[in-house]
């Protein structure tokens, strides 16, 4: 190479490596936790009621310096209830740990006074009635940005004399749900906290990112909260959707955490794969409110996308569930930091970056809303009109007992939760090529704005149009309990269906009273339950590892594997026979069957080497 040009290039070459990097995405006042304030998430210049308490007046310091707890976050939301006249408190219910579920109520102070009157308005969809927003934080625990978020925009509403505010509290009642899985936030902020240390450590692999297991994403039983919408298995779920039910916001938006090495994420997510039964209509809706969240982060100079990633397919997250019962549900997702601060391949994020990044979200959702609520109002009307039930649902469903009552009736009891109508088949009747008892068949009509989701519960899909999933692609009720359901056509005669026919649950101790032992079928719904009783109770228990047959009220019958057998001298010492104190100990947790004899009539012998003794864990 010449040496004119040589020279040339050796400057270029060293300019580009003098050059320096480009700015971390956690820029001043938010690269450092311990020296943002309040005011520093919230828009410049924005004016505000020095009256209202600021969260760091309970929680003992500010928004991001540290992970507050979660008695703590409970205490300054009822004190800013306390002290403004644009909030109240409601605690909807308990987790199993026992930690209070509240929401906070914010509106202008006419609408808190007369809640229940702007509520049926809003529920009956009328002329002039307000919009109603929710916000879901950090149902996965260990996401913390979300709550702490949730913080920052209720001081915000309840504090700001903004003359935009205070229009958005005139025209909507907002709900703010800060800890949606507050047993798991618990778990995590107090590891965070543990781990954390004057100086933020941005290494990812800090002892702050190392959680423990079972980690704080999940709630008390280590279940995923946010595969809990449709099932309604814990206590958290059935008192939010309780709530929900009974509010029925015009938006939801969930709030979440993701991969450190992103950036934001707001919905419209992969448009191919979305329930089919979501109407068009809910995503032009979603795709507008996205323009204000773009906003939001054009004008904070952070990177975000859509369109990629996530999805609308399962309806029993918090972001999908909302869009088959005329709301928008929206989801939200930030790169999660774990800690006080992270080094990614975007550059170094901090937690009060990703706070407010969330902030922003949550404010860019009330400004658009506010800004499209003639949309959404109408959208709900629609809805409610039954404008949006797909043309190609049946009828209506039914489903038997799959011969366990107990099967049934914990089926029927989400299907309630879930606000739908639950009918008993008083006649027999026959889908498809499935015959139907009568007395143990019910029956759910896909009618009205609930049709979608109610066929969502039961269908079964076995075709996607996609070659990816996010994660869950099938959860039909039926496979879930074990019960046999099938689509209807037409809907039977008003005379054949009953509304108060329930599955009635044989329980107790039958079988004669000077019984040899006993026997708790394992295909019974309730038999977990059971045997953990009995064991609690100090009950030897036993299982069967084959099938047997034994004698039963001078009948053989016969027992699949996995029946718990208990013997006569199993049962600990105490006044009356030994059935009179398991059916106190059982009382209606389940069924024990009493046997004539230990000689089978068939298979093993209840003293076999094959029934194997059950210890307690």
């Known amino acids: 190479m010449p040496q004119a040009l040589l020279v040339p290039l050796l400057l270029v070459l060293f300019s ?56 703590l976050v409970v205490a300054w939301f009822r004190a800013l209830a306390q002290a403004s006249d644009r909030v109240h408190v409601e605690e909807i219910g308990r987790t199993h740990e026992g930690r209070p ?38 149902v996965h625990g260990n996401e913390a940005s979300g709550l702490q978020a949730s913080m920052v925009v209720a001081w915000h509403l309840a504090s700001s004399t903004d003359p935009e505010v205070l229009a958005w509290l005139d025209e909507a009642v907002i709900l703010i749900d800060p800890s949606i899985n507050p047993d798991g936030y618990g778990r995590y902020a107090s590891w965070a906290n543990q781990s954390a240390g004057r100086m933020p450590v941005a290494d990812p692999d800090h002892r702050s990112r190392a959680e423990p297991w079972p980690g704080g994403r999940t709630n008390h039983y280590y279940f995923d909260l946010n595969r809990d919408w449709l099932l309604l298995q814990h206590p958290e779920s059935r008192n939010r959707v309780a709530f929900l039910r009974a509010h029925r916001p015009h938006v939801m938006t969930d709030h979440h955490e993701m991969g450190a090495d992103n950036t934001f994420f707001f919905q419209p ?15 032009s809706l979603t795709a507008a409110l996205a323009e204000y969240h773009a906003a939001a982060f054009d004008g904070a100079g952070r990177l975000y996308y859509d369109g990629e990633s996530f999805d609308d397919f399962y309806p029993g997250k918090g972001s999908t569930w909302p869009d088959l019962q005329g709301t928008v549900g929206i989801l939200f997702e930030q790169a999660g930091v774990r800690g006080d601060a992270r080094d990614t391949a975007q550059g170094r994020i901090t937690f009060p970056m990703a706070i407010h990044n969330h902030v922003l979200v949550s404010l860019s959702t009330i400004r658009g809303a506010v800004a499209l609520r003639e949309e959404l109002k109408a959208y709900r009307r629609d809805h ?48 498809g090529t499935l015959d139907f008892p009568a007395d143990r068949s019910w029956l759910v009509p896909l009618q009205g704005p609930s049709a979608a989701l109610a066929d969502a519960l039961f269908e079964t899909m076995t075709e996607f149009g996609d070659s990816t999933f996010y994660d869950v692609s099938a959860w039909s009720l039926p496979h879930a309990f074990g019960v046999r359901a099938a689509p209807v056509a037409r809907l039977p005669p008003v005379a054949a269906l009953d509304p108060a026919l329930r599955p009635v649950r044989p329980t107790g101790v039958v079988g004669a009273a000077d019984a040899v032992a006993w026997i708790l079928p394992w295909d019974d719904f309730a038999a977990p339950g059971a045997l953990h009783r009995l064991q609690r109770a100090g009950v030897r228990t036993r299982v069967a590892t084959e099938p047997f047959a034994v004698p039963v009220d ?5 027992f699949e594997r996995g029946a718990v057998v208990v013997h006569a001298a199993d049962v600990p010492a105490g006044p009356g026979r030994p059935a009179e104190r398991l059916a106190s100990i059982l009382g209606d947790a389940g069924l024990l069957v009493g046997v004539d004899s230990a000689y089978g009539g068939a298979g093993v012998d209840l003293g076999s080497p094959r029934v194997r003794p059950l210890t307690r864990s």
Do not use: C, K
């Open 16 to 71: 580009t490596a003098q050059a320096a990097p480009p700015p971390d995405p956690a820029a001043p006042p938010f690269d450092d936790p311990s020296a943002v304030r309040l005011e520093d998430y919230l828009p410049a210049g924005s004016p505000h009621d020095d009256a209202v308490p600021r969260p760091a007046d309970v929680l003992g310091h500010e928004i991001g310096a540290a992970h507050a707890r979660h008695d």
């Open 554 to 558: 001078g009948e053989v019958r016969s």
């Open 269 to 283: 997510g992969v448009a191919t794969r979305w329930h089919p039964d979501i109407p068009e209509a809910n995503r």
């Open 101 to 138: 579920q509240i929401v906070a109520y914010v509106s202008a102070p006419a609408h808190i006074d007369a809640l229940d009157a702007r509520r049926e308005a809003h529920l009956a969809n009328a002329p002039g009635a307000q919009l109603f927003t929710w916000h879901g934080y950090s």
């Open 384 to 431: 409610d009109a039954g404008a949006f039930v797909p043309d190609d649902l049946p009828a209506a469903w039914i489903f038997d007992d799959g011969g366990d009552p107990g099967r049934a009736a914990a089926m029927i009891e989400v299907l309630e939760g879930q606000g739908l109508e639950v009918f008993g088949v008083r006649e027999p009747l026959r889908a």
